[in-house]
């Protein structure tokens, strides 16, 4: 059944994930945890699809809540499908949507593109790391190292990042196969994977330094509120 064989490819993917990039998941969980301590922000971006990964992290029940998700709708399908995608490879559009945001160059930035070779987010990556922020990239090195960057410079994402971590989803991001076309895509499940992964060491890490931990509890749990939590990250995070 197709249905079980994503399943399996799935794990099998997660299980890379696990295998090959675990110290730099360390690794940026103590760069996460070191940006609580000195309250900081981290941010996230990401195009197409790739937002949604910002969107795991953004105001969410267990989430750290120094997370600031860039959410422009001019580069995801929000404002229609084929016009985001022609938006992601234009030139300029990432340094108008820095300028509507709060970055301050002792934050992180965390950018998402499976494909790492559009105009959007490698322009994000080289504002990031010209304005002196830790940059760090989850991509796909399968995919963009067979491919040409889109971006005049002809950088991709994963050769401008501090920390480059590698989805393992194969090129073109589909695990199955079906009469030659293939589906089957992995990219969100490692990326959700990968960020939860970060997460859930950032807090190891906090809780053993006895540091209080910034955590968005459910909204749907009587007797647990938010309101200290906006009231110290509102100013500096647009859409909480």
């Known amino acids: 059944m197709s249905a079980n064989k994503y399943y399996n490819e799935i794990q099998k993917l997660l299980e890379r994930i696990n295998e090959t990039q675990y110290e730099k998941i360390i690794e940026t969980s103590k760069l996460f945890a070191r940006k609580v301590e000195e309250d900081k922000i981290v941010h996230f971006f ?45 030139s300029g559009l990432a340094e108008i949507i820095w300028e509507q945001y709060n970055i301050d160059k ?25 304005e002196g922020l830790t940059l760090i990239a989850i991509t ?17 994402l994963f050769e401008l990042a501090d920390i480059v971590l590698d989805n393992c989803v194969p090129g073109g991001d589909s695990l199955l196969e079906f009469g030659g076309i293939k589906s089957g895509p992995g990219s969100t499940m490692a990326g959700v994977f990968i960020v939860n992964s970060i997460l859930s060491e950032t807090l190891k890490i906090l809780n053993e330094k006895g540091i209080p931990l910034p955590i968005f509890t459910s909204q749907n749990v009587d007797g647990f509120n938010n309101d200290d939590l906006y009231r110290k990250y509102s100013s500096r995070i647009k859409h909480m």
């Open 46 to 90: 990401g195009t197409g699809h790739s937002h949604m990964i910002s969107i795991e992290m953004f105001v969410r029940a267990g989430g750290l809540a120094n997370i600031n998700a860039i959410l422009d709708d001019t580069i995801t399908t929000a404002a229609g499908a084929r016009k985001g995608s022609k938006l992601e490879g234009l």
């Open 106 to 130: 002792s934050d992180i930035m965390v950018i998402i593109s499976n494909s790492g070779r559009n105009s959007v987010p490698v322009e994000m990556a080289m504002k990031a790391k010209k």
């Open 140 to 156: 796909s090195l399968d995919h963009s190292r067979n491919c040409l960057s889109r971006h005049t410079s002809g950088k991709r």
